[in-house]
């Protein structure tokens, strides 16, 4: 995970996102601010959480401010990682008034998407505490925010499977029927030399298969327990190192019953594409 190339599109998303709720342009374009607050004035705001959260963000908003506001006196007691017991000052924030009532929704709603990954994405580590499973994150994310949520599934504890269709050579189920079948694939793989590589497979017969062409990483894409486990039993037949993901259809209710299946990995979409929110607020005091 390159944080300084995420830090980069995170404060652009972010800058984007200020100019967005001012109409694109100035701090005047913040009509209620304008007709109601008439000076100058100094205040004290933080920012807390009204529950239990693994902190994601707060590395971005340090770097947004300093860049847009940098006469705004910024303090944070936290970093991204940390869990933060509910009702606890994460970060404080002095200045003027008016600039913290323009970004006060742009910095909120940054910080607690991206707390609700982590937080999310943490309850999937915890129940994967004392296994040797890993949990993996997917490309089943927000159109334009695929680094920033995997990153946010990495502060959670995830690991981050591969970023895009450029990166890793993984053949799935569209792949294989266009191809005519999981033989006529493993062929092609081996008459072009390929062999980094990962495929899905979605019986116990596609499986063997693979691994008698020595295929390093099987995906297991919505098999039953049961079949998980008689796939991941024919590693005892081989010499090399076949790792094997459990993919397809995994929540937080039915997590548990793939944890100790003996899988290297699990990957969820679920962490990504529909985090449970979490309840961060901005008080002026």
Known sequence: MDVNEISHIALKKLISEYLEDLGGRSLAMDITSKNLIKKNINVNAVISNREEIVLCGEFFIKSFLKKRFPKLKYKSNFVDGNTIKKKSVIIEIFGDLKSILAIERTI???IQHLSSISTYTNKFVKILKGSKTKLLDTRKTTIGLRKIQKYATYIGGAKNHRMGLYDKILIKDNHIKSIGGISEALSLLEKKKIKNFMIECDTFSQVKKCIKSKVNYILLDNMKP?????????KSELKNKVDFEIT???????FRKYCNLGADYISVSKITNCPKSVDIGLDII
Do not use: H, P
């Open 108 to 110: 909120l709603n940054f």
């Open 248 to 254: 397809g259809g995994i929540n937080l209710k039915n």
């Open 226 to 234: 049961e079949e998980i486990i008689k796939s991941i039993k024919l």
